[in-house]
C-alpha cells in the first residue's frame, strides 16, 4: 500500500487513499473566515491511484468511475500541487489519475490525489516538498500522511496519534456532492469545545468506537439540510460500532472490528442502494 520506489526520472505511482474525518469539531472561526478544526483523521485503504512517467511537458490524463467530474486543467489539485512543486521553472511528466473516490464527497479525494502528486513527483523530479501546503487547500497537509492524525486549526496543525485499534470503515455516499461552502453557512454556532487534549488509546475497536460516540462532527446536521439523503446513509449501517458522516459530506461511514464483518455490511448496501457509492477497506495505522 505504498508508493513504488523508483529514481529520479523513473516511472513512479502509487496510491491517494481516502481521508475520513472520525470527529470534526468546528472550534472558532477566523476573521479572515477560515474556521478552525478540531480532527481525528485516518487514511483507508480505499482510493485513487497515480501514475507518473517521464514527459517534457506537464500533462494530466483521468480515467476510472468518477473521471468526469474531474478536470484536467489548473482546478485540478494534481496540476496546482504540480506547478507548486516545479516552482515555475518548466518540468515535464505525465501524470495518469484513476478516479475511484467520489468529488466534494467529505473524504478529501482531490486533496489526497496532491498530496499523492507531491511525493511522486518529488521523487521523479528530486526535489524537496515545500513546508506551506496549506495553499493547496487544508485537508493537503494532513494527506500527507498515511497514519492517523490529529489536525488543528485550519487544516495547518498536524501530529500524529494512536496507534489505534484495528478496525474497518464502511465509506456510503448516495452519489450526492455536498460543497464546503453551503455547508459552512448553515452551520449556526461555530464555536464549539475541541476535543480532550490528551487523546485515549484503546486497544480494541469496541471500545474506540465507544470513546467516538462521545465526540462529534460539527458539520453533520448542517450538511444534511444540504443533502437530506445522508439520513438514508446513515440508515443504512445499523450493524456498526459507530456510524458518523465525514468531513462536511455527504459519504458516511460504519466502523467495525474485523474485514468480514464491514465486507458484508459494504455488500449488503450495496445490493440494497445499486446507485450509491460503497467501498470498504482498513483503517491504515
Not at 21 to 26: E, P, R, S
Not at 216 to 229: F, G, I, K, T, W
Request: hydrophobic letters at 45%; one cysteine or more.
Amino acid at each position: 500500500m505504498t508508493d513504488t520506489a523508483g529514481a529520479v526520472g523513473l516511472e513512479v505511482s502509487g496510491y491517494a487513499w481516502a481521508k475520513v474525518n472520525l470527529t470534526l469539531h468546528v472550534t472558532g472561526q477566523r476573521g479572515d473566515g477560515y474556521h478552525l478544526l478540531d480532527s481525528l483523521v485516518v487514511r483507508v485503504a480505499v482510493g485513487d491511484r497515480l501514475k507518473v512517467t517521464p514527459a517534457d511537458q506537464l500533462d494530466l490524463v483521468i480515467d476510472g468511475p468518477y473521471a468526469a467530474a474531474a478536470p484536467t486543467d489548473a482546478r485540478n489539485l494534481v496540476i496546482r500541487a504540480a506547478r507548486l512543486l516545479d516552482g515555475q521553472t518548466g518540468r515535464g511528466a505525465k501524470l495518469h489519475l484513476t478516479k475511484m473516490l467520489p468529488a466534494q464527497a467529505g473524504i478529501g479525494g482531490g486533496s489526497a490525489d496532491a498530496a499523492t502528486a507531491l511525493r511522486l513527483l518529488g521523487q521523479h523530479w528530486g526535489v524537496p516538498i515545500p513546508q506551506d501546503l496549506a495553499v493547496l487547500g487544508a485537508d493537503v497537509p494532513v494527506c500527507m500522511r498515511n497514519t492517523p492524525q490529529r489536525m488543528r486549526g485550519v487544516g495547518d496543525q498536524v501530529e500524529s496519534v494512536g496507534p489505534l485499534p484495528p478496525c474497518w470503515l464502511v465509506l456510503v455516499n448516495p452519489n450526492r456532492s455536498a460543497a464546503t461552502p453551503d455547508v459552512f453557512k448553515r452551520l449556526e454556532n461555530k464555536l464549539n469545545a475541541p476535543m480532550p487534549l490528551q487523546l485515549p488509546v484503546f486497544a480494541e475497536a469496541p471500545a474506540f468506537a465507544a470513546w467516538l460516540g462521545t465526540q462529534r462532527n460539527d458539520l453533520e446536521q448542517p450538511a444534511r439540510q444540504v443533502v437530506p439523503e445522508i439520513d438514508a446513509c446513515l440508515a443504512a449501517l445499523p450493524d456498526a460500532l459507530l456510524a458518523r458522516m465525514s468531513g462536511s459530506g455527504a459519504t458516511c461511514f460504519g466502523l467495525y472490528e474485523s474485514e468480514k464483518l464491514a465486507a458484508h455490511a459494504a455488500a449488503r448496501i450495496a445490493k440494497d442502494h445499486p446507485d450509491w457509492w460503497v467501498a470498504s477497506g482498513a483503517v491504515i495505522s
